[in-house]
């Protein structure tokens, strides 16, 4: 299982980003996928879900309006548009999916740094 980040950077407040995960190893279309992200002396916190077909999405209140998570079944590759970008929102993005049924498989990538700042 491989999961590539790509798509962080440096950006100016109110801001837009676009972040990819490219995955490899398991049958894609068939999991949900989630963003996550941490910042320096934070816990990792969800940021958005996705389910396999893409008609579900879920974000906790914080991201709700600003945030988009999106997929492309065809290319194995799940998609976070980020709008009005702010400072708080600085940290490492993580794409993550759970390859468990009862207990939890959970696979990482290996990040994507985000910083907003002028």
């Known amino acids: 299982v491989q999961l590539v980040e790509s798509g962080g950077g440096l950006v100016q407040p109110g801001g837009s980003l676009r972040l990819s995960c490219a995955a490899s190893?398991?049958?894609?279309?068939?999991?949900?996928m989630r963003w996550y992200r941490q910042a320096p002396g934070k816990e990792r916190e969800l940021v958005a879900v996705?389910?396999?077909?893409?008609?579900?999405?879920n974000y906790p209140d914080s991201m709700k309006g600003r945030f988009t998570i999106s997929r492309d079944n065809a290319k194995d590759t799940v998609y976070l548009e980020m709008n009005s970008l702010k400072a708080e929102d600085t940290a490492v993005y993580y794409c993550?999916?759970?390859?468990?049924?009862?207990?939890?498989?959970?696979?990482w990538g290996q990040g994507t740094q985000v910083t907003v700042s002028s």
């Open positions: 996705i389910s396999s077909t893409g008609t579900i999405r």
């Open positions: 190893g398991f049958s894609f279309s068939n999991y949900a």
């Open positions: 993550n999916v759970n390859l468990g049924a009862v207990v939890r498989l959970d696979y």
